[in-house]
């Protein structure tokens, strides 16, 4: 995702002009539920009609030396771990903006944030973010 200016998640920012995104994936799956019947040989195969996204971010951010890139990278995980589930679904939207060939805007709607690496590489912090959603707008 070159070019990418922000992406934030309830008021923290995960990447911005300043850091580089160097990991950008995207995966939708169906909600299928597998029901056995009594008697047959086959389970009922039932659509739901739900699908969730998930988004895979690699942010790399660049310290001015070792120890603040440590000192970001564990500041930075205690404030995600503190980020619980908010009462209007809203305030948990994914956003992404950039202006890579244009400008444009997305939304990871209700988006979760499954799980958190991150690693320091001497002065620089590698940070991955897994997200979950329900819908793309």
């Not at 019947?37 to 039932?46: D, E, H, T, V, Y």
């Amino acid at each position: 995702m070159q070019g990418a200016d922000t992406i934030t998640w309830r008021g923290v920012e995960i990447a911005s002009s300043t850091n580089a995104v160097v990991q950008f994936d995207q995966a939708s799956a169906r909600m299928v539920e597998s029901v056995p019947l009594i008697g047959s040989k086959k389970p009922k195969i039932r659509d739901r009609q739900n699908t969730s996204h998930q988004f895979v971010v690699g942010v790399l951010r660049e310290h001015p030396g070792a120890s603040s890139a440590r000192q970001f990278m564990l500041d930075h995980a205690k404030n995600l771990q503190g980020l619980s589930a908010p009462a209007d679904a809203a305030a948990s939207d994914l956003e992404f903006s950039y202006s890579a060939g244009g400008s444009a805007n997305f939304t990871l709607n209700h988006a979760v944030l499954n799980s958190f690496q991150a690693k320091q590489i001497g002065v620089s912090t590698l940070h991955t973010y897994t997200f979950t959603g329900e819908e793309i707008a």
